[in-house]
Nanobody, 120 residues
Framework: QVQLVESGGGLVQAGGSLRLSCAAS????????MGWYRQAPGKQRDLVASITRGGTTVYTDSVRGRFTISRDNAKNTVYLQMNSLKPEDTAIYYC??????????????WGQGTQVTVSS
């Protein structure tokens, strides 16, 4: 079994910054793509940013230039540095990872989510 544990959410004023972390633990051979998704009330869960094991990144248009995703493969951890936060960034942020749990098995896991609230 694999667990993803997020931390770093909270309440911040518009223009402020937060850094989210997500640490994976358990039966892990390696981790392929890791990503952050978010879900605002009444909306679907959408991709914010993702990063491959080799460091290739993808960002949704609304956060490009403000958010930075990074990872530490040795620690099985992914980060999301969020700068210039806007009220529309308010959501529950979820960590996601494609985890190789054996030589032949690749499974997808979600974290429990962390609340980010940006006040105007």
């Amino acid at each position: 079994q694999v667990q993803l544990v997020e931390s770093g959410g909270g309440l911040v004023q518009a223009g402020g910054s937060l850094r989210l972390s997500c640490a994976a633990s358990g039966r892990i051979f390696s981790i392929n793509t890791m990503g952050w998704y978010r879900q605002a009330p009444g909306k679907q869960r959408d991709l914010v940013a993702s990063i491959t094991r080799g460091g290739t990144t993808v960002y949704t248009d609304s956060v490009r230039g403000r958010f930075t995703i990074s990872r530490d493969n040795a620690k099985n951890t992914v980060y999301l540095q969020m700068n210039s936060l806007k009220p529309e960034d308010t959501a529950i942020y979820y960590c996601n990872a494609d985890v190789k749990v054996s030589w032949t098995s690749l499974l997808n896991y979600w974290g429990q989510g962390t609340q980010v609230t940006v006040s105007s």
